[in-house]
């Protein structure tokens, strides 16, 4: 089993729709990161938490730090958002990341 | 916007050739890491930094050296590429500073080993 688990592992809606993706972990960790993935194989970091929720735009990210989950939400979804999301973990023992398999999301006008 | 850049974006070579990826940083970020990725899988460390002359081995063994003479500068070298390292390569950095910075992430290097 992943350490760090995603669901779901692909995703198609509707330009409009309301998104989540979801993100648990089995490690302790410092931090949790948001990043997304372009086909052309660049990634951005979106996010950065250790506790409670941040917004960035119509992206919003939250943390329960007890239940070891979190979930990326995307409000009024376009098709430019269409990409791999990736949730990562900073494991408190040795300070490096550990990444989940992704979330594709593919938006459709 | 983050200035990590990588080179060559793509990269197509025969079997027993001799490839360096290129990563540069402008930030003067401290730390550096090479990720390997493989189509539709989750990245793993293959490589990092913490400063010039400071290299240490991954969680994911991999038959690839890196150097760094240079803060700027962390490059990854294949001495006698196989079909086996066919995957895509992120270099990515990050400030000491505080803790737990982000990463910033460069474009990728795509390699391909006929």
């Known amino acids: 089993k992943n350490e760090v688990e995603q669901s779901p592992q692909n995703l198609t809606a509707q330009e409009g729709e309301f998104i989540t993706i979801n993100c648990s972990y089995s490690?302790?960790?410092?931090?949790l990161h948001w990043l997304q993935q372009h086909p052309g194989g660049g990634i951005v970091s979106l996010f950065m938490l250790s506790s409670g929720k941040k917004k960035h735009g119509r992206l919003i990210a939250t943390i329960n730090i007890q239940e070891k989950h979190s979930s990326l939400h995307i409000t009024a979804s376009h098709p430019r958002d269409s990409a791999v999301y990736i949730c990562?973990?900073?494991?408190?023992?040795?300070?490096?990341?550990?990444f989940g398999t992704g979330t594709r999301l593919q938006v459709f006008p | 916007e983050a200035d990590i850049y990588q080179t060559p974006r793509y990269l197509v070579i025969g079997t027993g050739k001799k490839i360096t990826l290129e990563c540069s940083q402008t930030?003067?970020?401290?730390?550096m890491y090479w990720y390997q990725q493989d189509p539709g899988m989750e990245l793993h460390l293959i490589h990092y930094s913490y400063g010039v002359n400071s290299t240490e081995k991954g969680d994911l063994s991999s038959e690839s050296t890196v150097s760094r003479i240079r803060t700027e500068h962390f490059p990854l070298t294949l001495e006698s590429a196989r079909p086996s390292h066919t995957s895509q390569y992120l270099c990515a950095s990050s400030d000491t500073g505080q803790s737990n910075q982000p990463q910033h992430f460069g474009d990728g290097t795509r390699l391909s080993i006929l």
């Open positions: 990562a973990v900073r494991s408190y023992n040795t300070d490096k990341l550990i």
């Open positions: 490690v302790g960790i410092s931090a």
């Open positions: 930030m003067g970020h401290d730390k």
